[in-house]
């Protein structure tokens, strides 16, 4: 806490051998005093206080110190800051983010760590700072001998915080996040994601009166330009789509088991995370016509480090939604015959969810992905299989939410149905709405002439 309210007394002298000459202040109505040998040098200090005073700096109410001057004596690290920083963080914190924090805060700790005797390894750099320096949940256990041996000289070589308080240093460390582990390029958001992380990271060191500002307001670093609007060269037209389906289903008891998965993603613009937790009591499958489902949470895959549990998954509230929200999503015949077939051949498991690992438990990205990748080369022809055409399941959902938009459902039902906000609607999908100007033009066009028409009959 800090206080402008200051008021100093004059030196006075005590009944000390020592150090006979005392100066004292008050903060916030506290008192603060220091004791000297001589006059002189007590005056000085007193000076030195009042100066301060009259700058109009801050006193600490704690020490009693301007603020300016507590920072000078504070020794605190950045890495023990950032220490401090993931423990804050981490319990309310969902465990990608926790991963997402590591990852940034390794390699910001890696590109301030000095290139002095006895640096470790990068790789065991890295590994140390990621798996254990920024993992709150490991830190009951202690680290392998190499790695605690890397985790002492950081802590033992780790700048000060406050000499972080440098436009030329917070550069280095930008460039640090923008690269990928082979030197290359990140990617936009990656860096976008990165750079976030550290900048709350010294936020909360301004907060805890450890640096005046954030240091990176004062830098000049353009971050790389994220691409935000979707590859049309990705997304599947329905007949692709179908056949991909097909060759999911060709692959076996596997593939026809996860034909559905996949049909989740195309025709009701689910994401995998919610397609794994999709249970039969959020199934409503009539004989004929339209369902629906309720969807209610999500399973994100996360590695097992980074959850409170130890599961190498999270269950989660549905993405950017309160815990307990529910998204109800129209669902067309086709996926309601296709989850009535699925569930009449696999049932259900032991908690009701409708898809499962061949072992058990949820299915991991590792698994779809696999009898995807062979569905293309089955279902494309080789220049297609080249191509980004649908290239990973997740470009089944963009897919979907294009054929919505461009068969003329509005952007507030295909954001709610897909779950996502209009404004990341309209411009992750401009090209998709770009593509349909013409022809919404057309229909203005015959509403005017059908507008004129009644006009002319009336008159």
């Not at 179908?242 to 049909?263: M, N």
């Not at 199934?283 to 590695?303: F, I, M, N, S």
């Not at 293309?376 to 294009?402: F, G």
Request: proline share 6%; glycine share 6%.
């Amino acid at each position: 806490m800090q206080s402008y309210d200051v008021r100093f007394w004059n030196v006075r002298r005590r009944n000390s051998k020592s150090a006979p000459y005392q100066i004292r202040w008050f903060v916030d109505g506290e008192e603060f005093q220091e004791p000297f040998v001589t006059k002189t040098l007590a005056e000085a200090r007193r000076s030195e206080l009042l100066t301060a005073a009259r700058s109009g700096e801050a006193f600490d109410v704690e020490t009693g110190l301007p603020v300016s001057e507590l920072r000078r004596l504070n020794r605190t690290t950045w890495y023990e800051h950032a220490r401090h920083y993931v423990d804050m963080k981490w319990p309310g914190a969902a465990a990608k983010h926790r991963a997402s924090i590591a990852e940034s805060l390794t390699l910001a700790t890696v590109a301030l760590c000095p290139e002095a005797k006895g640096r470790p390894d990068e790789a065991l750099l890295r590994r140390a700072l990621y798996q254990w320096a920024f993992n709150a949940g490991r830190r009951k256990t202690d680290p392998p001998h190499d790695e605690a041996a890397a985790l002492r000289w950081v802590a033992k070589h780790s700048p000060p915080l406050n000499n972080l308080d440098s436009a030329q240093r917070m550069r280095s460390v930008l460039d640090a996040l923008a690269k990928r582990l082979d030197g290359k390029a990140a990617a936009a958001n990656t860096v976008k994601r990165r750079r976030a992380v550290l900048s709350n990271c010294l936020r909360i060191a301004v907060e805890r009166e450890l640096l005046p500002s954030n240091p990176l307001l004062r830098v000049h670093w353009e971050t790389p330009k994220a691409v935000e609007e979707l590859d049309e060269r990705s997304v599947a037209t329905p007949a692709q789509a179908r056949s991909l389906l097909v060759a999911v289903r060709e692959q076996g008891p596997r593939g026809e088991h996860l034909e559905a998965f996949f049909g989740c993603m195309y025709y009701a613009a689910m994401r995998p995370e919610e397609v794994s937790v999709l249970s039969r009591s959020q199934c409503t499958l009539p004989d004929e016509g339209w369902g629906r489902l309720d969807l209610a949470g999500a399973r994100p895959q996360v590695g097992s480090a980074w959850t409170d549990d130890g599961k190498p998954y999270e269950e989660r509230g549905l993405k950017h939604r309160p815990r307990r929200a529910v998204r109800p999503v129209p669902i067309p015949p086709v996926l309601v015959a296709l989850l009535r077939a699925h569930i009449d051949r696999f049932g259900t498991g032991e908690d009701g969810r409708l898809f499962s690992a061949v072992r058990g438990g949820p299915v991991r990205s590792q698994e779809y992905g696999a009898v995807w990748k062979e569905a293309r080369k089955r279902a494309l022809t080789p220049e297609q299989a080249a191509s980004p055409l649908a290239q990973i399941p997740y470009d089944l959902r963009h897919a979907c939410v294009s054929f919505w938009l461009r068969s003329g459902v509005s952007l507030a039902e295909v954001a709610r149905r897909a779950g996502q906000s209009i404004a990341v609607l309209q411009r992750y999908y401009a090209k998709v709405l770009d593509g349909e100007e013409a022809r919404m033009n057309e229909l203005i066009d015959q509403g005017f002439a059908e507008q004129e028409e009644s006009d002319e009959r009336a008159s």
